[in-house]
């Protein structure tokens, strides 16, 4: 009897293993389909946060901004992005590359050098950025942009190091490597045919001239991607730029709707430009002698009113008030002045600040000390300035420099945002006329509106001029690759 027992008992224990064993099979496929459905999730993620939404919503996303930096800034716990997966490739060689110009000049040519490198599949030492141009502003790389992000952000296409290698470290120390300034508006042959065989022979290649040095048009569709994504996603200001930059716009913000007005009537402008419009013969002599000063700008007997008429100068403080005023612009409405000291000082503004009476700057916005870390870097103040710049209601330029045309393109990329384009030839031939009693203030007015009503940052394609790139539209004004499909009806604005 004993032993019957004994061998049901066997018996049972086994149909429970058997009983047991698909349960547990079953409950391990379940949890390794959920880790792998956390898997995918976290990666798209991560794809998301490297092109921002509009990989998921469309080209030009209409989310709004302003809420998602209202998020950002409620949440109290760090968000933790997964890096995206490093491309593997065989490495050509060392690039090394030194900008030149100012901030937006540079900030082009670090977009431009990336997607070189990652099309020659080189690795890229992080930029040098200018300190010998006339802003003589010592900021390094680090300084202005988080090189860090920068790395990482853009790790699935290029590798990039701070630094190179010891062993090519100490090559370049002693010499022993080619330098060269690669040719202007070049296509991505150029940089395959002539340019990667000496990085492959050299082992490191520095070029020692970036600005304009990839065309603006005929490239494939992934490589102008390429470019917006370094522009737009891994280029971030440094943190402490960042949060100075969103203090200002809160600032702003508490009091309405505001301008951000480039006015690029600087000392080094009009001395480069040879623009003395409304300038006394002091002024006139001091902007010579700056012109002559700099080996490097090559024009040096300028005829000021044949350029003015040309459209080629920026407009002058009580030009720009006309036209603002004729525009209907409000006249409460908060200007922030973008740019460094105004030639001529609160003289020369006083017909703006007539006009306009809640004219403000960085300076005035806030305290002394807040400044104290960029004060004397013009490209860290450039920084805060585009910052602002992106977040206004409208933006003004006066010119077609380099931070008007950047600042034009990424607010085009954050879903077409005001950015009123003057015509200068059209404009300064009408201020003429008014000011000389030909055109009442209405006729002049109504000609301003109407000439610009096209001209306000909406979707267009840029102007395609073969042969002629200066003369063509800028890519980074203009990055229709990565924006809206122009063959789909345009929104309203």
């Known amino acids: 009897m004993n032993v019957k027992l004994l061998g049901e008992s066997k018996v049972e224990k086994l149909k429970n293993s058997f009983v047991s064993r698909p349960r547990m099979s079953l409950w391990m496929i379940r949890a390794v389909t959920v880790l792998l459905l956390w898997s995918c999730f976290v990666h798209l993620m991560a794809l998301g946060e490297m092109w921002g939404p509009r990989l998921f919503k469309g080209w030009p996303s209409c989310f709004n901004h302003h809420q998602l930096s209202t998020a950002a800034e409620m949440t109290s716990l760090p968000t933790k992005i997964a890096l995206p997966p490093k491309r593997v490739y065989v490495n050509n060689g060392y690039l090394m590359v030194s ?10 040519a670090i977009c431009d050098m990336v997607t070189v490198a990652r099309y020659m599949n080189v690795t890229l030492i992080v930029p040098e950025l200018d300190k010998t141009s006339f802003w003589n502003d010592p900021s390094e790389f680090k300084d202005i942009f988080d090189v860090d992000h920068f790395i990482s952000s853009l790790r699935d296409e290029v590798r990039i190091l701070k630094e190179l290698p010891p062993r090519l470290k100490k090559r370049v120390e002693l010499g022993v490597y080619h330098e060269m300034p690669p040719i202007s508006w070049s296509n991505m042959s150029y940089y395959q045919n002539q340019i990667l065989p000496l990085v492959k022979k050299h082992k490191v290649l520095h070029l020692n001239r970036t600005d304009t040095r990839l065309a603006n048009n005929g490239l494939p569709v ?11 996603n891994g280029l971030k200001f440094t943190p402490q730029i960042e949060e100075l930059g969103r203090r200002v716009v809160k600032i702003l ?3 309405g709707p505001f301008l951000v007005l480039h006015l690029r009537y600087e000392m080094d402008m009009l001395a480069f430009s040879g623009c003395s419009h409304g300038c006394n013969p002091e002024e006139e002599e001091e ?7 700099y080996p490097w700008w090559k024009e040096k007997v300028i005829n000021s009113e044949l350029k003015r008429k040309d459209g080629l100068c920026p407009l002058t403080p009580e030009e720009t008030a006309l036209t603002l005023t004729a525009l ?7 200007i922030y002045i973008a740019a460094g000291e105004i030639y001529g000082g609160q003289r020369r503004m006083k017909a703006l600040t007539d006009a306009f009476p809640n004219v403000v700057r960085k300076e005035t916005l806030l305290e002394s000390s807040d400044l104290d870390f960029c004060r004397n870097h013009s490209s860290q103040m450039a920084a805060l300035d585009y910052l602002v710049a992106l977040e206004s209601d409208i933006f003004v330029p006066t010119n077609d420099g380099n931070m008007a045309r950047v600042v034009e393109g990424h607010r085009r990329f954050l879903g077409f945002k005001k950015t009123i384009q003057l015509n200068r030839r059209f404009l300064v031939k009408l201020i003429d006329e008014y000011t000389e009693g030909l055109l009442s203030w209405d006729v002049f007015s109504s000609t301003v509106k109407a000439f610009h009503s096209t001209r306000m940052g909406s979707p267009k394609r840029r102007l395609v001029i073969p042969n002629r790139p200066k003369e063509e539209d800028y890519f980074y004004a203009n990055p229709q690759e990565c924006l809206q499909l122009l063959d789909e009806p345009l929104r309203v604005i």
């Open 99 to 108: 900008c030149n110009g100012g901030l937006n000049q540079m900030r082009a």
């Open 222 to 232: 992934e490589v102008q991607k390429l470019r917006c994504r370094v522009n737009f």
């Open 253 to 255: 913000r508490e009091k």
């Open 287 to 293: 902007l010579t002698r700056m012109r002559y000063a």
């Open 328 to 334: 209907g612009i409000d006249r409460n409405v908060q």
